[in-house]
C-alpha cells in the first residue's frame, strides 16, 4: 500500500520559514517524480512545485520562484520543501504527490497523494 505522509506545516508569521517533509512508502522511491500542490476551500488545487529524476530538475509556480526550493533524500524515501519569506497568500493545504511523469505541473499525471498539511502565515 503507497503512502503519502506529509508534515511540518503549522502558524507562521509573515517573513517566516517552514520546511514542509513528505515520507513516501509502499513504492520505488527512485522511479517516482515529486510534486507539491496547494489547495484553500473553495478553490482549485494548485501547482506549487516538481522535482523530476532523469535529469534532475526542479519546476516552480512563479508565485513561489525563489522563496521556495524542493529536495530529496533518496535514503530516507523522503522529499521536502523549504519554504522561506511566506506571505499571507500561502495559506493553504499542502500536498505532496508522486508521479512517472517529469516535469509535470497538472494533477493528473501525479497517481499517489498525500492527506495535505496545513499551512497558515499570519500578516
Known amino acids: 500500500q503507497v503512502q503519502l505522509v506529509e508534515s511540518g506545516g503549522g502558524l507562521v508569521q509573515a517573513g517566516g520559514s517552514l520546511r514542509l517533509s513528505c515520507a513516501a512508502s509502499g513504492l520505488t522511491f527512485s522511479s517516482y517524480n515529486m510534486g507539491w500542490f496547494r489547495q484553500n476551500p473553495g478553490k482549485d488545487r494548485e501547482f506549487v512545485a516538481t522535482?523530476?529524476?532523469?535529469?534532475?530538475?526542479?519546476i516552480y509556480a512563479d508565485s513561489v520562484k525563489g522563496r521556495f526550493t524542493v529536495s530529496m533524500n533518496n535514503a530516507k524515501n523522503t522529499v521536502y520543501m523549504q519554504m522561506n519569506s511566506l506571505k499571507p497568500e500561502d495559506t493553504a493545504v499542502y500536498y505532496c504527490a508522486a508521479g512517472r511523469s517529469n516535469w509535470s505541473r497538472g494533477q493528473t499525471d501525479y497517481d499517489y497523494w498525500g492527506q495535505g498539511t496545513q499551512v497558515t502565515v499570519s500578516s
Open positions: 522535482i523530476s529524476r532523469f535529469p534532475c530538475t526542479t
